[in-house]
């Protein structure tokens, strides 16, 4: 096959063609290029719905791509710099799964840091591995789980000599890199393959002077959210994989579970966004990194405030900062980042990322301008000025070290019931518990849960925190393994 | 020829001038500027296609945003302008002897420098040795004020482009921390009218009302303006806007004006009965 130029977009292209030989479309979907849906039309527009078709033979197919998605695929593994590179529909949760599905089995073990979003853990349920948690280090100060240390790796990988792969988080939420790089090495050396959560790196690929990506790294497999700072549409990703890897047995991996009628909106999006990053990437994020760069030192100018950066890196749990994000510690304040992030909203109209027990999060990209970080550091100054106060009683921590009992998929699948769970001491957990964003598990079925996590899950509520992962949507019951 | 400006005051209702000439077109890091001359109102300026100021009516806008505050404040020494780069508002404030400082802060150098060679009836006001200027985002120049202002007025241009940030919660918050303790802000306030400028009246209104313990609204007529209709916001930390206002002292100060006298001061606080229920619509809502 010729070698495209990364100023292609060939499924953006082909759907431009479709559109001017203007086909008679007698397939589905039954909108027909809107025309029969005025209405949904009026409110996407006639040109986002013309580009809504199924796959067909100039526009190729998703689970098994021969024409324009194969070469948008070889694109995004060039522009990568990945041996291949999958489109995917299902967001960077499906990219999750298939790497944990492609290299675990039932009973394999995996070691991950415990501190994973929760789509790694959703995948031990479906394939029946087993975790072997590295708990991440905390900063008590910021209240922040960090990266993992090297020793901790080590010894995991020495323990379980038996493990099929190791996942890391690079960077985490909050911006923080563990050494990817020796990880990656210590694996490798065991046999063990590297799966890397980049949901929020998919700069690393394409800035300057950026922490090491996973592929860079040299690790297998990384999941990528282009639509996070990449600029594509929401759900769509890349799952990258090294050239160490089959990918024809990866994709059907991805093909167990994805849909069959792929949605050429997201397919188009991650096709333009690519060309984007790749040719005018380097610009973008330097852009970026200003704009955070502005936006920190103007907010702990504010005093109150601390908007951290590399001065925190520690050559090991931090072993690189990345200085895109914006993530700001509020506790001094004795505010928790949960309620600066409601007042921002209800008072300020500025909607932010998210916040924890002591840190706020805004989300900076290309879309910014100066003009609306001063409203949220204008808006900042304010909430300081009215809302400070003493900090006493207010709890910081956000990580507790969890106790696995069972594995994940035993725990899921056992007989539970039902419990209040301020009751629920002692017992082991069937369901997830989680704060949304980051999506972090407070408790993952199989973990027991201790009278610490009951007293961290009462006291987040308090505080607004959105909490989900129990069926009981109210989040006052827990469903728990039946003794 | 016929060469006519136009502005779209609604989608369905538009203003049009007759204009003889365009005396400057340039466009900035921020917007586009035009400045066109016309038999009916004089020379205007056009920023992004509205209609900034003309001439023939400025005097009413200048004069109603700075004398109603000038004439409660008893002692008003420093003053910061936001906004303004046509220097109108200076033109007024230099007119009191007393007042030792004024601090002009404007997002875009390129309007006053147009404003300067092409509009001197206005740009005038530069000139005065209290006025300092700071090319700088009003946001960020108020932020890092607090307890420093007698008076501060806001001559914002729409709560669309680069003057947004100043017509936010945040904005106005900075304002009170900026002003000393018997400070007063005075903002334009669009207009009550037509239904878009109407809800930015009324979002302006719940956020300042949020921040100061005083606010009050009063109007002006402005024929250039869409409707014609026009307000002016007046918040204040302790003074109010008729209770403390003392029309004799204003009186011996001696300053001609053609639109603004004391009369007309507790007047313009007198607002229609549709205006009121907008307003109030607001206040206290949470």
């Known amino acids: ?483 | 020829m016929e060469l006519w400006y136009s502005e779209t005051h609604t989608p369905h209702a538009k203003f049009f001038i007759k204009v003889d000439r365009q005396l400057y077109s340039g466009k900035s890091e921020f917007q586009r500027i035009d400045v066109l001359e016309s038999q009916e109102f004089g020379r205007f300026l056009v920023i992004d296609g509205y209609l900034m100021m003309t001439e023939k009516d400025e005097f009413i806008y200048h004069e109603m945003i700075v004398h109603p505050a000038m004439a409660v404040h008893p002692n008003p020494r420093r003053v910061l302008v936001i906004g303004a780069g046509d220097g109108g508002v200076l033109r007024e404030l230099t007119r009191y002897p007393f007042v030792e400082h004024i601090d002009i802060v404007d997002i875009d150098e390129l309007v006053i420098k147009v404003c300067r060679e092409f509009l001197p009836q206005t740009a005038c006001g530069f000139d005065d040795e209290r006025v300092n200027i700071h090319i700088q985002d009003g946001m960020k120049f108020i932020r890092k004020c607090s307890d420093e202002y007698d008076i501060i007025i806001v001559d914002s241009t729409d709560p669309f482009g680069p003057g947004e940030g100043l017509f936010t919660k945040e904005f106005y918050g900075n304002c009170f921390k900026a002003l000393k303790e018997n400070g007063i802000l005075v903002n334009q306030h669009e207009s009550p009218f037509y239904a878009a400028d109407a809800v930015a009246t009324q979002r302006i209104h719940k956020r300042i009302v949020q921040s100061f313990p005083i606010s009050r609204v009063y109007q002006a007529h402005i024929p250039s303006y869409p409707s014609g209709h026009w307000l002016f916001g007046f918040a204040s930390k302790k003074y109010h806007p008729i209770r403390d206002f003392d029309p004799k002292r204003w009186r011996s100060l001696g300053i001609n004006t053609r639109y603004y006298n004391t009369q007309l001061h507790i007047g313009c606080f007198a607002l229609p009965n549709y205006v009121e229920e907008l307003l109030e619509d607001v206040e206290g809502v949470e």
């Open chain 1, 1 to 483: 096959m010729e070698v495209l130029s990364q100023n292609r977009a060939p499924i953006a292209e082909a759907l431009e063609n479709l559109r001017n030989i203007r086909v008679v479309p007698f397939d589905v979907p039954g909108h027909k290029r809107g025309r029969g849906n005025r209405e949904l039309t009026e409110f996407l527009g006639e040109r986002c719905m013309s580009v809504d078709v199924n796959s067909m033979k100039p526009l190729d197919n998703l689970s098994h791509p021969s024409s324009v998605i194969r070469e948008a695929e070889e694109l995004a593994a060039q522009a990568f710099g990945a041996g291949y590179a999958f489109l995917m529909v299902g967001g960077t949760t499906s990219c999750v799964q298939a790497m944990i599905l492609s290299v675990c089995k039932h009973g394999d073990k995996i070691i991950l840091p415990r501190n994973v979003h929760r789509s790694a853990i959703n995948a031990l349920i479906l394939c029946g591995a087993v975790p072997v948690y590295v708990n991440p280090a905390l900063d008590y100060k910021l209240g922040i789980s960090l990266g993992m240390s090297i020793e901790d790796y080590k010894k995991a990988i020495d323990e379980n000599p038996d493990a099929k792969a190791v996942f890391v988080n690079n960077p985490t939420y909050y911006g923080i890199c563990s050494n990817i790089k020796e990880i990656t090495r210590l694996a490798h050396e065991r046999g063990m393959k590297v799966l890397v959560d980049e949901a929020h790196g998919t700069h690393f690929y394409f800035g300057k002077d950026m922490p090491v990506s996973g592929m860079a790294a040299g690790a297998d497999m990384a999941s990528v959210s282009m639509h996070k700072s990449g600029g594509s549409l929401t759900q769509s990703s890349f799952l990258l994989v090294g050239s160490g890897i089959n990918k024809d047995a990866v994709r059907s991996i991805i093909n167990l579970t994805q849909t069959t009628s792929a949605s050429y909106l997201l397919l188009s999006s991650l096709d333009l966004s690519r060309k984007r990053l790749a040719t005018e990437g380097e610009t973008i994020f330097e852009k970026v990194k200003e704009m955070a760069q502005y936006a920190r030192d103007e907010i702990n100018n504010l005093g109150g405030y601390y908007a951290y950066s590399r001065e925190i890196i520690n050559g090991d749990t931090i072993f690189d900062f990345d200085i895109s994000k914006l993530s700001v510690y509020t506790l001094d304040l004795g505010l928790a980042g949960i309620e600066v992030y409601d007042i921002l909203r209800d008072e300020y109209d500025i909607q932010i990322e998210f916040g924890d027990l002591s840190n706020i999060l805004a989300y900076i990209s290309v879309g910014d301008s100066y003009k609306d970080i001063e409203r949220l550091v204008g808006a900042l100054s304010e909430i300081a000025r009215i809302y400070k106060r003493d900090k006493t009683g207010m709890i910081k921590h956000e990580y507790i070290n969890p106790r696995v009992v069972i594995p994940p998929k035993t725990a899921f699948y056992s007989e539970k019931e039902s419990l209040p769970i301020s009751r629920s001491g002692g017992r082991i957990s069937g369901e997830f518990v989680m704060s949304y964003p980051p999506g972090i598990p407070i408790l993952a079925p199989g973990e027991e849960i201790t009278g610490e996590i009951i007293d961290y899950i009462e006291y987040s509520k308090e505080k607004g925190c959105f909490l989900t992962g129990t069926e009981d949507l109210e989040v006052e019951t827990i469903k728990v393994v039946r003794l």
